[in-house]
């Protein structure tokens, strides 16, 4: 639950002044505006969790962020059920806005996960859109590395 | 050799395949031939280039030789997160 | 506190993919690193509550979102203690996003407290910094509203 | 007629104030006039125009009119959130 992981997460810090959080829910309709009764994600045990971590580590290197926070469901998920969260903490806000916003554009794309909308009338396995892949592209300016 | 795979293609395939191939040397490309013969559902994303190969969980080329024990696993593209 | 504020927006959600949350923390330290002790937050029962709706109602009104949340502490506040949370929910994630940056940038200068940080050597009331307004005045470009 | 303070003013000259004046017809520009009379301490706030008067929860300006009844509040600047 997004709300236990983010206590969780601002117990952990100490003198940050600000916490930004991603929640991702399941939508009930897909992009066409069609039911969908359910997602599956498939995930790689060991590889997928390997894939979460060198993004929270990105986001650190890129940005005076003091922590960052990736968790991802996998398996079934019903419409309307959290399936990410993904925080920043720093000391002023502006950083954790920036690196919540960039942690979630790169686990748009690659997370490892194969993600299957189960419809009315069937399934169909997804790839990142468009628009996911442009959201990336943002990032890849010269960074203040 | 056991092969793990994921996504659309563990749905079509199976989630775990056996390739009738010796896992003594073999590299990925002997490995991405054996598959196509072997299940020819998979040939054209075979061909496609879309696959790639994870060996103890790290992408490798087609030049990589995988030893014997080793984990190996075939992935389709990713929908991410 | 500020988990199960999230918990309950989320909970008043139907249909949302996205909700953008930012927790700001009362720090230790003062723009210049001195110890802060406490601060506290006076504020004029009516009014207050007011500045904080009309800064939610024209985040809804500028940004496509469904629902935005300002929930903000008065009184005394210990450091290490949220002060502030302020969330937004959308479809897509940019929209929450850009909701919740904005209404920070307003309630750093427009929610009407009256802010005293209380250090070792005495209290003083504080003013916007230079920073927050410059913050603010991002949105002031021609909005797609 | 009570006048509310908040922040430092309110600090430095208290919380409530009961300025000697009728407040019936009296305009803004008025009651901060006696104010400066009654509380030299907030004669340069008063002058600096940085207050602002807010009458039933509504900011004033210097011309508005105070009925009897009706809640005053001065506020210095802001600190925001």
Known sequence: MPDRE???????????GAVVSFVGIARGRDKEGEIV????????????????????AAALDRFDI????????????????????AAAAS???????EAADYLMDRLKTEAMFWKREDGVDGSRWIEPTEADRADLARWSDPCPE | ???????????????????????DGCTIAEL???LAE????????????????????????DSFAISPGQEVALFSVLSGG
């Open chain 1, 91 to 97: 000391a002023h806000r502006r950083a954790a806005f």
């Open chain 2, 32 to 34: 991405r031939h054996a």
């Open chain 1, 37 to 56: 009764r359910g997602l599956f994600l498939d995930h790689y045990p060991g590889m997928t969790e390997h894939s979460l971590e060198t993004i929270a």
């Open chain 1, 6 to 16: 983010l206590a969780s997460f601002m117990a952990r810090l100490s003198g940050a």
């Open chain 1, 66 to 85: 003091d922590d960052a926070l990736v968790v991802h469901r996998c398996g079934a998920v019903a419409p309307g059920e959290p399936i990410v969260i």
């Open chain 2, 38 to 61: 072997q299940w020819p559902a998979m040939t054209s994303d075979l061909a496609s280039g879309a696959l790639r190969f994870a060996v103890d969980q790290e992408i490798v080329d």
């Open chain 2, 1 to 23: 050799m056991k092969i793990l795979l994921f996504g659309q293609l563990g749905e079509r395939i199976g989630r775990e395949v056996d390739a009738a191939l010796a896992s």
